[in-house]
T-cell receptor
């Protein structure tokens, strides 16, 4: 599976958009980009995934660059409850996720 | 749906004792995963079941660890004998299809072995 690189931590003001970047320069053509998050003391939670096109659901938007070497998860209006560790995972549609260390997002009041 | 249910939520045991962790997946899901999370190693996949059959147990650290799925609604992860280095949070997750579909995680069991 392709390796991902994420910033260790980020801060975001409450109510503002949180933009979380992920680099995956060695991604293969059949590999999806998944995002999960883990709120303190809870199990990871699925957010969104995509292959080539940008995706949006009720939680977030996923923007994948045209060359697919990087992506950005956007939380449009961050709240304090969005404080969590966010994991970017590249995977060819198999069960085997490699979670990495993720980005610790802190939403500030 | 209640989501993935795990029990117990916390377990403290002494070295050498047997530990059994339990998981009830989401109804209708046919794939089940056991993960372990530690500060040092992060979140690791231990074993994957599909339709109650173990497909990949390559992440099981040692023979002291075993997992079973006797039916579609129940799975156990057993450690016998337990050691202090087994202290971790153990998560169970389930999904429909195993592959591309998202995995739904339970709240985890925090295991402390003294």
């Amino acid at each position: 599976d392709a390796k991902t690189t994420q910033p260790t931590s980020m801060d975001c003001a409450e109510g503002r958009a949180a933009n979380l970047p992920c680099n995956h320069s060695t991604i293969s053509g059949n590999e999806y980009v998944y995002w999960y998050r883990q709120i303190h003391s809870q199990g990871p939670q699925y957010i969104i995934h995509g292959l080539k096109n940008n995706e949006t659901n009720e939680m977030a938007s996923l923007i994948i660059t045209e060359d697919r070497k990087s992506s950005t998860l956007i939380l449009p209006h961050a709240t304090l409850r969005d404080t969590a560790v966010y994991y970017c995972i590249v995977n060819p549609g198999t069960y085997k996720y490699i979670f990495g260390t993720g980005t610790r997002l802190k939403v500030l009041a | 749906d209640a989501g993935v249910i795990q029990s117990p939520r916390h377990e403290v045991t002494e070295m050498g004792q047997e530990v059994t962790l339990r998981c009830k997946p989401i109804s209708g899901h046919n794939s089940l995963f056991w993960y372990r999370q530690t500060m040092m190693r992060g979140l690791e996949l231990l074993i994957y079941f599909n339709n109650n059959v173990p497909i990949d147990d390559s992440g099981m650290p040692e023979d002291r660890f075993s997992a079973k799925m006797p039916n579609a609604s129940f799975s156990t992860l057993k450690i016998q004998p337990s050691e202090p280095r087994d202290s971790a949070v153990y998560f169970c997750a389930s999904s429909f299809g195993g592959n591309i579909g998202e995995q739904y995680f339970g709240p985890g069991t925090r295991l402390t072995v003294t």
